[in-house]
Nanobody, 125 residues
Framework: QVQLVESGGGSVQTGGSLRLSCAAS????????MGWFRQAPGNERGGVAG????????YYADSVKGRFTISQNNAKNTVYLEMNSLKPEDTAMYYC??????????????????WGQGTQVTVSS
């Protein structure tokens, strides 16, 4: 089973930046996705950003386009989420996830097989 461990969360003021990291066990899949999801209290889990494991093609939720950047280092089995211009609305628990096979985009939680424990991001005014 693939294990995922997130790190890099914290508390920042509006306009600040954070960089999340996700360390994963090695995967042979080149047809899947690595993704970042978030869930705030009382809200459903939603996709933030995703990246194709083989091609590094990226996907972003409309709410974070232009502010967040997802990237991966396959040699290190690590995925990153650079978050800039943070807003209070970004406050949530952020989860890293891996899908072995996904058709279409990489932002649907139902397509993912493995999940990390989550890291908290809090943005205050």
């Amino acid at each position: 089973q693939v294990q995922l461990v997130e790190s890099g969360g914290g508390s920042v003021q509006t306009g600040g930046s954070l960089r999340l990291s996700c360390a994963a066990s090695k995967s042979t899949s080149s047809n899947g996705c690595m993704g970042w999801f978030r869930q705030a209290p009382g809200n459903e889990r939603g996709g933030v950003a995703g990246i194709r494991t083989g091609s590094s093609y990226t996907y972003y939720a409309d709410s974070v386009k232009g502010r967040f950047t997802i990237s991966q280092n396959n040699a290190k089995n690590t995925v990153y989420l650079e978050m800039n211009s943070l807003k209070p609305e970004d406050t949530a628990m952020y989860y890293c996830a891996f899908a072995r096979w996904v058709s279409g985009g990489c932002l649907a939680a139902r397509g993912y097989d493995y999940w990390g424990q989550g890291t908290q991001v809090t943005v205050s005014s």
